[in-house]
C-alpha cells in the first residue's frame, strides 16, 4: 500500500503527529482530519469494510488524539469534582467513568472518560476542544492545591470480538480478568502501557495508552504481529458502529450549548454529591424548569446515505424549521439510515415525523429510541 500523501494537508508544528504516526504509514493509511491540534487517522479502507471487520474481527485504532487533562495534587479529588456533576467519590482507584464536564451554566463542554489513577490523581481522555485551558482557568479562581497538565499518555483501541484474544496474546491471561471500565499497569516487551477495558464502539475492546511516547512504532507493530492470527486490522473510528450504539460525538451532537437533560444523560448528574461542582445549581435550575428541546434518534427512508454527513440538516414540521440532524449514516446491519435529530421536546417522542434536508435530498426522519442496536449495552461488557 502506498502512504497517505501528506502535500493533501497543510502541514506544520502546530499540527501535533501521534507516537504511531511513523509505523501507521506503512498501513496505508487513506484521510486524515485534525482533533485537539492533532493528526487522526480516519480511515485505511473503506467505510464500510471497516465496520464489517469490526463487528466480525478485531481492529487496531490510533485515537491517541484524545489527549488526557491530568488533574493531580493534594485537592485532586475536590478540583476534579468541580468540573464534572457526576460523583467521583463513588469511582474507585483503577475504575472509570463515562462524565460531562459542565459549565457553570450546565452546558456541556465535553464528555470524557475519567480515570480514577490515585486518591486525589485523575485522567480525563478528552474529546476535541479546549478543556484544559478552562480547567487552568477555573484552577486559578479556585484556591486549591492542584497541578493541570496534559499528560504523557497515548491510546490505542483494540475493538471487536476477537479483541480478548490480542489482549490476552499481548498481556498473558490474567487480562481477562480486567472488568468492564477499569484498567491495569502493565508492559509489552518493556513498553510500559495502561490497558483499560473500554472503547468507543458498542462492541468488546480494549484501550491501550502508551505511556513512552519513544516506542510508539514498537508497540503498534508488535501489537499487529501478535494480532495478525487473528485478522486484526488497523481503521479509523466507525461512525456507522458508535451511531448505531447511541454514542454521541461532542462538537458534533452536542456542544457547550446543551445540557445533560436535553441529551438524556440525566444518570450522569449526582444531585447529592458529598462535594462541589459548578454547575450544579444552574443544573438543578434546568431539571426544574425542564428543557425545550432534546435529541432523538431518527431513522431516514430512501436510499442508502454513501457517506456520514458532512453538514448539519435542517429538519422541518408542518413547513416549520425546527430542529436539525447532527450525525446521519447508513446502517448495513439494519438495513437503514440512522442518526440524531434535535427537535422540540414534544416533537421528540418515538413515531414523530419531519422533513429533513439532506445533502443527498430531501427525505421523511422518523423519531425511533436509541440506542438502535443491542439496547442493553450486553455485547461491551460480555
Same mark, same amino acid.
Given at each position: #500500500?502506498? /502512504?497517505?500523501? #501528506?502535500? %493533501?494537508?497543510?502541514?506544520?508544528?502546530?499540527?501535533?503527529?501521534? &507516537?504511531?504516526?511513523?509505523?501507521?504509514?506503512?498501513?496505508?493509511?487513506?484521510?486524515y482530519t485534525?482533533?485537539?491540534?492533532?493528526l487522526f487517522p480516519i480511515n485505511f479502507d473503506d467505510f464500510e469494510a471497516e465496520y464489517r471487520h469490526l463487528l466480525e474481527h478485531v481492529t487496531l485504532w490510533d485515537v491517541a488524539v484524545e489527549r488526557c487533562l491530568e488533574i493531580d495534587g493534594p485537592d485532586g479529588l475536590r478540583f476534579a469534582q468541580l468540573l464534572t456533576p457526576r460523583n467521583l467519590s463513588a469511582c474507585q482507584v483503577g475504575q472509570a467513568k463515562y462524565? %460531562?464536564?459542565?459549565?457553570?451554566? +450546565? +452546558?456541556?463542554? =465535553?464528555? /470524557?472518560?475519567? !480515570?480514577? #489513577?490515585?486518591? =486525589?490523581?485523575?485522567?480525563?481522555?478528552?474529546?476535541?476542544?479546549?478543556?484544559?485551558?478552562?480547567a487552568r482557568g477555573l484552577?486559578?479562581?479556585? +484556591?486549591? =492545591?492542584?497541578?493541570? *497538565?496534559? !499528560? @504523557?499518555?497515548?491510546?490505542?483501541?483494540?475493538q471487536g470480538p476477537k479483541s480478548r484474544d490480542v489482549v490476552r496474546d499481548?498481556?498473558?491471561?490474567?487480562?481477562?480478568? %480486567? *472488568?468492564?471500565?477499569?484498567?491495569? @499497569?502493565?508492559?509489552v516487551d518493556g513498553i510500559p502501557v495502561l490497558v483499560t477495558r473500554a472503547g468507543w464502539t458498542s462492541e468488546v475492546g480494549y484501550e491501550v495508552y502508551l505511556l513512552d511516547a519513544?516506542?510508539?512504532?514498537?508497540?503498534?507493530?508488535?501489537?499487529?504481529?501478535?494480532?495478525?492470527?487473528?485478522?486484526? *486490522?488497523p481503521t479509523g473510528p466507525s461512525d456507522i458502529r458508535r451511531i448505531e450504539g447511541g454514542i454521541f460525538n461532542w462538537g458534533a451532537d452536542m456542544t457547550y450549548e446543551n445540557n445533560p437533560f436535553e441529551m438524556g444523560l440525566n444518570r450522569l448528574v449526582d444531585f447529592d454529591l458529598p462535594g462541589h461542582c459548578v454547575a450544579m445549581e444552574a443544573l438543578r435550575r434546568i431539571r @426544574?424548569?425542564? $428543557?425545550?428541546?432534546?435529541?432523538?434518534? $431518527?431513522?431516514?427512508?430512501?436510499? &442508502?446515505?454513501?457517506?456520514?454527513?458532512?453538514?448539519?440538516?435542517?429538519?422541518?414540521?408542518?413547513?416549520?424549521? $425546527?430542529g436539525k440532524v447532527t450525525s446521519a449514516i447508513y446502517s448495513p446491519r439494519l438495513g437503514r439510515n440512522i442518526g440524531?435529530?434535535?427537535?422540540?421536546?414534544?416533537?421528540?417522542?418515538?413515531? !414523530?415525523?419531519?422533513?429533513?434536508?439532506?445533502?443527498?435530498?430531501?427525505?421523511?426522519?422518523?423519531?425511533?429510541? #436509541? &440506542?438502535? $442496536?443491542?439496547?442493553?449495552? *450486553?455485547?461491551?461488557?460480555?
Amino acid at each position: #500500500m502506498r /502512504p497517505f500523501d #501528506m502535500s %493533501l494537508v497543510q502541514r506544520g508544528a502546530r499540527l501535533r503527529r501521534s &507516537p504511531f504516526f511513523e509505523a501507521q504509514q506503512r498501513c496505508g493509511p487513506r484521510g486524515y482530519t485534525v482533533y485537539n491540534h492533532m493528526l487522526f487517522p480516519i480511515n485505511f479502507d473503506d467505510f464500510e469494510a471497516e465496520y464489517r471487520h469490526l463487528l466480525e474481527h478485531v481492529t487496531l485504532w490510533d485515537v491517541a488524539v484524545e489527549r488526557c487533562l491530568e488533574i493531580d495534587g493534594p485537592d485532586g479529588l475536590r478540583f476534579a469534582q468541580l468540573l464534572t456533576p457526576r460523583n467521583l467519590s463513588a469511582c474507585q482507584v483503577g475504575q472509570a467513568k463515562y462524565v %460531562l464536564i459542565c459549565a457553570p451554566d +450546565g +452546558g456541556i463542554l =465535553n464528555d /470524557p472518560v475519567m !480515570t480514577r #489513577m490515585g486518591e =486525589n490523581r485523575f485522567w480525563f481522555a478528552l474529546a476535541s476542544s479546549d478543556v484544559l485551558f478552562y480547567a487552568r482557568g477555573l484552577a486559578a479562581h479556585a +484556591g486549591l =492545591n492542584v497541578t493541570i *497538565r496534559e !499528560t @504523557e499518555a497515548w491510546p490505542l483501541q483494540i475493538q471487536g470480538p476477537k479483541s480478548r484474544d490480542v489482549v490476552r496474546d499481548l498481556f498473558g491471561p490474567g487480562i481477562l480478568d %480486567l *472488568r468492564y471500565y477499569f484498567f491495569r @499497569e502493565a508492559t509489552v516487551d518493556g513498553i510500559p502501557v495502561l490497558v483499560t477495558r473500554a472503547g468507543w464502539t458498542s462492541e468488546v475492546g480494549y484501550e491501550v495508552y502508551l505511556l513512552d511516547a519513544t516506542r510508539g512504532g514498537e508497540l503498534w507493530d508488535r501489537i499487529l504481529q501478535v494480532g495478525a492470527p487473528y485478522n486484526i *486490522r488497523p481503521t479509523g473510528p466507525s461512525d456507522i458502529r458508535r451511531i448505531e450504539g447511541g454514542i454521541f460525538n461532542w462538537g458534533a451532537d452536542m456542544t457547550y450549548e446543551n445540557n445533560p437533560f436535553e441529551m438524556g444523560l440525566n444518570r450522569l448528574v449526582d444531585f447529592d454529591l458529598p462535594g462541589h461542582c459548578v454547575a450544579m445549581e444552574a443544573l438543578r435550575r434546568i431539571r @426544574e424548569r425542564g $428543557v425545550a428541546r432534546r435529541i432523538a434518534g $431518527v431513522e431516514i427512508d430512501g436510499a &442508502p446515505f454513501p457517506a456520514l454527513n458532512f453538514t448539519k440538516w435542517p429538519a422541518y414540521h408542518r413547513g416549520e424549521h $425546527v430542529g436539525k440532524v447532527t450525525s446521519a449514516i447508513y446502517s448495513p446491519r439494519l438495513g437503514r439510515n440512522i442518526g440524531y435529530c434535535w427537535l422540540p421536546t414534544e416533537l421528540a417522542t418515538p413515531g !414523530t415525523q419531519v422533513r429533513v434536508a439532506s445533502e443527498w435530498g430531501e427525505r421523511t426522519a422518523t423519531t425511533v429510541p #436509541m &440506542p438502535f $442496536v443491542d439496547p442493553g449495552k *450486553r455485547i461491551p461488557v460480555s
